[in-house]
T-cell receptor, first 112, second 116 residues
Framework: AQSVTQLDSQVPVFEEAPVELRCNYSSSVSVYLFWYVQYPNQGLQLLLKYLSGSTLVKGINGFEAEFNKSQTSFHLRKPSVHISDTAEYFCAVNSGYSTLTFGKGTMLLVSP | ETGVTQSPTHLIKTRGQQVTLRCSSQSGHNTVSWYQQALGQGPQFIFQYYREEENGRGNFPPRFSGLQFPNYSSELNVNALELDDSALYLC???????????????FGPGTRLTVL
């Protein structure tokens, strides 16, 4: 079975500061990794994904993530956040049949 | 290109009732997955349909059932509703190609179900 651990339930940060949202996964096979964002009362939007190749993945809205196989991590980063980045962020791993196993989410709270 | 749509947006039911949620896939997609997202939790996989057949199921009881139609739209049915079934139900569609994995799933806005 595969699992995803998001180490922080909430991350408060000031506007224009850098941020890192942490994600660790467990799997006995090759994985595909995803980060999704969920704004209040909305569905999930894909930020970025790692399938293969370069371990540094760039996504939308200035986000990027680095796949680290030895540490089984896929941390999400942004060098300078905006108020509009306030949302819930979910890390997910592909579990076969193209289904996803999600972490519990990290709430990013950006304040002025 | 139309995205994934779900209906209704909100729904209130009482314990023991039955409910049907609907999902229209993104154009060209042949696979639909359903997820349950309880308050403060990540989405949990319920089941997936590929070309009208169930193609995988999570840890949910048989009272959760589904259908996929020839136009790849889908329904989620829940019988004998319980209070713990209160959640946001998300539908996601994707294009599954033979021999590939990691296909991106596109999510709908969800249906908020409240069981009283």
């Amino acid at each position: 079975a595969q699992s995803v651990t998001q180490l922080d339930s909430q991350v408060p940060v000031f506007e224009e500061a850098p941020v890192e949202l942490r994600c660790n996964y467990s799997s006995s096979v090759s994985v595909y990794l995803f980060w999704y964002v969920q704004y209040p009362n909305q569905g999930l939007q894909l930020l970025l994904k790692y399938l293969s190749g370069s371990t540094l993945v760039k996504g939308i809205n200035g986000f990027e993530a680095e796949f680290n196989k030895s540490q089984t991590s896929f941390h999400l980063r942004k060098p300078s956040v905006h108020i509009s980045d306030t949302a819930e962020y979910f890390c997910a791993v592909n579990s076969g049949y193209s289904t996803l196993t999600f972490g519990k989410g990290t709430m990013l709270l950006v304040s002025p | 290109e139309t995205g994934v749509t779900q209906s209704p947006t909100h729904l209130i039911k009482t314990r023991g009732q039955q409910v049907t949620l609907r999902c229209s896939s993104q154009s060209g997609h042949n696979t639909v997955s359903w997820y349950q997202q309880a308050l403060g939790q990540g989405p949990q996989f319920i089941f997936q349909y590929y070309r009208e057949e169930e193609n995988g199921r999570g840890n949910f009881p048989p009272r959760f059932s589904g259908l996929q139609f020839p136009n790849y739209s889908s329904e989620l049915n829940v019988n004998a509703l319980e209070l713990d079934d209160s959640a946001l139900y998300l539908c996601a569609s994707s294009l599954a190609l033979v021999g590939t994995s990691g296909n991106e799933q596109f999510f709908g806005p969800g249906t908020r179900l409240t069981v009283l």
